[in-house]
C-alpha cells in the first residue's frame, strides 16, 4: 500500500503531462470558416491554399449552409471563381456515371494546408493537400466494388494514358489552364463521358476511369498550369514526388507558420486572435504569382515570358487591395510587392496601351468598378523606401489610366470619350438629370456613370500622379495634378456639406435623398454605396475637407450623424436599393472598402478618443469568429487587411502618403517582422476589452502626443508604446492632426 500510495502523484503528474496540449501556432488560430455564410452577397470560401500560390480549392457550393457539393475541385483559377476542373469518386453501377454529381457530405475538416471531407451517401473519404503548383488527393472507398475517378473540364479535353490524365480548359481571352494527373494505381478501363453515359473513347470533356475491384484507396496527384500540359507534369515533378497527403500538408503548415509569424500577435482573447490571423490568412491568397520555372503566360498579349528572376503576379483588384493589402505588404513582404507592382508595369507594356492594369485577371484584365488605384500603389511603395520597379514608366502609364483610358466604370472602351473630355475641362463627371437618357455608347447599362464616385476616386489618382510628379522633378505636371487633385471641390454642395451630383450644366441634381436616390446600388449618382459614404472619399485630403465642412466641429457632428442616421424605411426596401450597403451603424457601412478609412477620420479633426472608440466597437460587432463573422464581400484581402491593421492599432489611410494613423490596438503586444533582421513592435499597456482609450504615448522612446506617425518611424524597427484606459484621454493627441495634401498656392 506505501509504494502505491507514493506512486500516486508520480501517475497524476505523467497524465497531466499527456494531456496538456501543445502550444498554438500562428495557422493555429485560422479559422477559414469565419464568413462562411453571407449577409447578402458573395461569402467568404474557405480556402486551402499556400500564401499566394496557383493552387487554391475551396468547397463546390453556394455557401456553408449547402447540403451538399458539387464534386471536387482541382484548382480556382481566378478569386472566388468557379473550379478549372472538377471530378468525383465513385463506386456503384457504370451506368450511374455522369460527367458531374452532387454529393451530400460530412466531416468536413478545412485548414490552410488541407482539407478532408466524408461523402457519407457513397461511404467515401477524401484527404487533399496543395503545393505552390500541384497538389495530392487521397481517396479512401469503404464499399465493395471497383472504384472510379470521373473528371470533367467543359470548355476543353481531358485524354487518360496507363495511369495518366492530362487536359486543358478554355478559361476565356486565349487562356488555358492546364492540368497533368497521376495516380498510384493504373486503371482497368478509362472512357470519355457524355449525357448518354461512357463511351469507349479515351479523351473528351469528361472521363471516366475504373479501378481494381477491392481498391480500398487511391492517391492521385496533379500539376497545374497556364502555359501546358508538360509544364504541369514538370510543376508536379519538381514539387510532390509522393502520394503521401501527410507529407505535403506538413510542409504547407510550416510556410503557413512562416508567413504567419511575420505579425506576432498576443494578450488578447483567443477569439480575438482568431479573427486576426484569419484575416492574416486571408489578405495572403491575392495576387497569384504565376510564374513556372522562371515563365509565366500572359493574357495581355496572350504570350509567354520569360520572368528575368522576378515572379509575376495577377488576380488583384485595385479598388478593393490598394487600401491595406498593398499597403501592409510594403511592411512584411517588400520584396514581394515590388514583384508584383513590376508585373502590372509589365502588362502596361504588353498591353500596348500605356496605362495599368485594372483588375488584372489571369485571363486578363477586367475593367471593373471605377478609378485606378494602383497608382496609389505605385507612389505608396515609392514613398516608403521599395525599389527595384520601374519608377517613371509607372508614373507614365499611371497617367495613361487617368488621361489616355476611359475613366466610365465598367467600361468595354479602351479610349478616352467625350465624358473624359468633359471631366478634364470641367472638372467632374456629369450626371444626368432626372427623367434624362443616357446617349454616351460607353456607359454600361446596369453600372451608369457613377460621377461623384468617379469624381472623388479620379481627384485622389490625380493627387498621388502629382506626387509622382515631384518625386521625378516634373514640376510642371505637379502642379497640374495638384490642381486637378482638387476637384471633388466642384461637386460638393456647401449648402448640405455633401457631395452632390451636377448635370452637364453645373446644376446640382434634385431631389436627391443622399440616403437612397440614385437607382440600384446609388450608381446613377454614387457607387455600392450612397451619400453619406462617398461624403468622406477625400482620402488625400482630410484636412481640406474638415474645412469645406465647416471645421472640426461640424466634422465631428457629420461623422456622428451618419453614424446616428437610421435605415429610411424598412431594411428590405433598403437593401433591396444598396444590397452592397450591409454592416450597416446608421449610415455607416462595415461592409463595403470606401468606408475603411472614416472611422480615423475623427483623428483630423481634434478628436482621436472618437477613432479609438469607434474602430473597437466596429471590429467587436462586425469582425467575429462565426460564420457570419464578415459584413461583406471580403474580396481576397481587401477587407481583411483592414482587420489586421486595425487590430494591431494603426492603419495607413492615405495610401501614396509615408504616414499611419493611429486607432486602438486590440493586443498587448504586437511583433512585426519589417525585413532586414528589423521588427516595429507595439506595447499596449492594459490593452483589453475595455480598456481601448489611449492615456500616452511613446514612440522609438520619444513622447508622442499626435495620432499618427510616420513611415520613416519604423521602416527600420521601432517601438510604439501605448498606455491603454477605460476611460478616454481626450486631450491626447487632439492638437497635432495627420498631415494632408499640400494646399494650392
Known amino acids: 500500500m506505501a509504494g502505491a500510495v507514493s506512486a500516486l502523484p508520480a501517475i497524476a503528474q505523467t497524465k497531466a503531462k499527456a494531456t496538456t496540449a501543445p502550444a498554438k501556432q500562428p495557422v493555429d488560430y485560422v479559422n477559414p470558416y469565419i464568413g462562411s455564410i453571407s449577409h447578402m452577397l458573395v461569402p467568404c470560401f474557405p480556402t486551402t ?23 471536387l475541385p482541382l484548382i480556382v483559377t481566378n478569386h472566388r471563381s468557379g473550379s478549372g476542373f472538377n471530378f468525383y469518386p465513385y463506386q456503384g453501377q ?46 479512401s472507398f469503404d464499399k465493395p466494388g471497383a472504384p472510379y475517378l470521373v473528371i470533367n473540364t467543359g470548355r476543353g479535353e481531358l485524354k487518360a494514358e496507363g495511369n495518366t490524365i492530362s487536359g486543358h480548359k478554355d478559361i476565356g481571352n486565349k487562356t488555358n489552364v492546364y492540368f497533368y494527373a497521376e495516380t498510384d494505381a493504373k486503371p482497368t478501363k478509362t472512357g470519355g463521358v457524355d449525357r448518354a453515359g461512357v463511351t469507349s473513347a479515351t479523351s ?23 502555359i501546358s500540359v508538360e509544364q504541369a507534369k514538370k510543376n508536379l ?52 504569382v504565376i510564374s513556372e520555372d522562371g515563365r509565366y503566360f500572359s493574357a495581355t498579349d496572350g504570350k509567354v515570358h520569360s520572368d528575368e528572376g522576378h515572379p509575376f503576379s495577377t488576380d488583384d483588384w485595385s479598388w478593393d487591395t490598394y487600401r491595406a493589402a498593398h499597403p501592409l505588404r510594403v511592411l512584411i513582404a ?107 455608347k460607353e456607359v454600361h447599362g446596369w453600372e451608369k456613370r457613377q460621377p461623384i464616385a468617379v469624381t472623388l476616386g479620379t481627384s485622389y489618382d490625380e493627387w498621388c500622379l502629382s506626387e509622382m510628379a515631384r518625386i521625378l522633378g516634373k514640376t510642371d505636371e505637379q502642379a497640374h495634378y495638384l490642381k486637378t487633385s482638387y476637384n471633388y471641390r466642384n461637386v460638393f454642395n456647401t449648402e448640405t456639406g455633401f457631395f452632390h451630383p451636377k448635370d452637364a450644366d453645373g446644376n446640382f441634381i434634385k431631389p436627391l435623398d443622399y440616403r437612397t436616390s440614385g437607382g440600384p446600388g446609388a450608381r446613377e449618382y454614387y457607387d455600392e454605396n450612397n451619400g453619406y459614404i462617398y461624403r468622406w472619399d477625400v482620402q488625400h485630403n482630410v484636412g481640406d475637407l474638415v474645412n469645406l465642412i465647416g471645421g472640426n466641429e461640424k466634422f465631428i457632428g457629420g461623422l456622428e450623424s451618419m453614424f446616428n442616421e437610421p435605415i429610411p424605411g424598412t431594411r428590405w426596401d433598403f437593401y433591396a436599393i444598396l444590397p452592397d450597403h450591409t454592416g450597416n451603424v446608421g449610415m455607416f457601412s462595415m461592409a463595403n472598402e470606401p468606408s475603411f478609412h472614416i472611422p480615423y477620420l475623427y483623428n483630423y479633426a481634434g478628436a482621436p478618443w472618437r477613432t479609438q472608440k469607434r474602430i473597437r466597437n466596429l471590429l467587436d460587432q462586425w469582425y467575429r469568429n462565426d460564420l457570419m463573422g464578415i459584413p461583406g464581400d471580403e474580396d481576397g484581402g481587401g477587407m481583411t487587411a483592414f482587420v489586421v491593421f486595425s487590430q494591431m492599432g494603426f492603419y495607413p489611410v492615405t495610401p501614396g502618403s509615408p504616414t499611419y494613423n493611429i486607432g486602438s490596438p486590440r493586443f498587448t503586444y504586437v511583433k512585426m517582422n519589417v525585413g532586414g533582421g528589423k521588427f516595429f ?65
Do not use: C
Request: net charge positive; glycine share 10%.
Open 49 to 71: 491554399h499556400l500564401p499566394h500560390s496557383m493552387m487554391r480549392v475551396f468547397p463546390v457550393r453556394g455557401d456553408y449552409t449547402s447540403n451538399r457539393i458539387g464534386g
Open 204 to 226: 473528351g470533356p469528361a472521363i471516366t476511369l475504373q479501378y481494381p475491384a477491392g481498391t480500398k484507396t487511391l492517391g492521385m496527384r496533379y500539376g497545374i498550369s497556364f
Open 94 to 139: 457504370e451506368s450511374g456515371i455522369t460527367p458531374s454529381k452532387q454529393f451530400s457530405y460530412d466531416q468536413e475538416k478545412v485548414t490552410p494546408y488541407r482539407y478532408s471531407v466524408y461523402l457519407d451517401e457513397g461511404n467515401i473519404g477524401v484527404d487533399f493537400a496543395p503545393s505552390h503548383q500541384s497538389a495530392i488527393y487521397k481517396i
Open 237 to 288: 515533378a519538381r514539387e510532390i514526388k509522393t502520394y503521401d497527403v501527410n507529407a505535403i500538408a506538413a510542409i504547407g503548415r510550416k510556410i503557413w507558420n512562416d508567413e504567419l509569424g511575420k505579425i506576432a500577435a498576443t494578450g488578447a482573447p483567443d477569439k480575438e486572435t482568431t479573427v486576426f490571423y484569419t484575416s492574416l490568412y486571408r489578405t495572403m491568397e491575392r495576387p497569384m
Open 334 to 440: 517588400k520584396n514581394q510587392e515590388v514583384d508584383v507592382l513590376r508585373s502590372y508595369i509589365l502588362m502596361s507594356e504588353q498591353g500596348g496601351n500605356n496605362w495599368l492594369p485594372n483588375f488584372p485577371m489571369v485571363n486578363g484584365d477586367d475593367r471593373a468598378m471605377n478609378s485606378n488605384h494602383f497608382i496609389a500603389s505605385m507612389l505608396d511603395a515609392q514613398v516608403k523606401g521599395l525599389r527595384g520597379f520601374d519608377f517613371a514608366k509607372a508614373y507614365e502609364y499611371s497617367k495613361g489610366s487617368v488621361e489616355r483610358k476611359s475613366l466610365v466604370p465598367w467600361s468595354g472602351a479602351k479610349k478616352a470619350g467625350e465624358l473624359d473630355k468633359f471631366y478634364h475641362e470641367k472638372g467632374y463627371m456629369p450626371a444626368l438629370k432626372p427623367g434624362e437618357k443616357e446617349t454616351v
Open 681 to 745: 513592435e507595439i506595447k499596449a499597456t492594459k490593452a483589453s476589452q475595455d480598456n481601448k482609450y489611449i492615456q500616452s504615448a511613446t514612440l522609438n522612446g520619444k513622447v508622442l502626443n499626435q495620432p499618427w506617425f510616420n513611415h520613416s518611424d519604423i521602416a527600420n524597427g521601432g517601438v510604439l508604446e501605448l498606455v491603454m484606459g477605460p476611460v478616454a484621454n481626450k486631450t491626447w493627441g487632439a492638437g497635432s492632426p495627420p498631415p494632408s495634401a499640400a494646399q494650392l498656392p
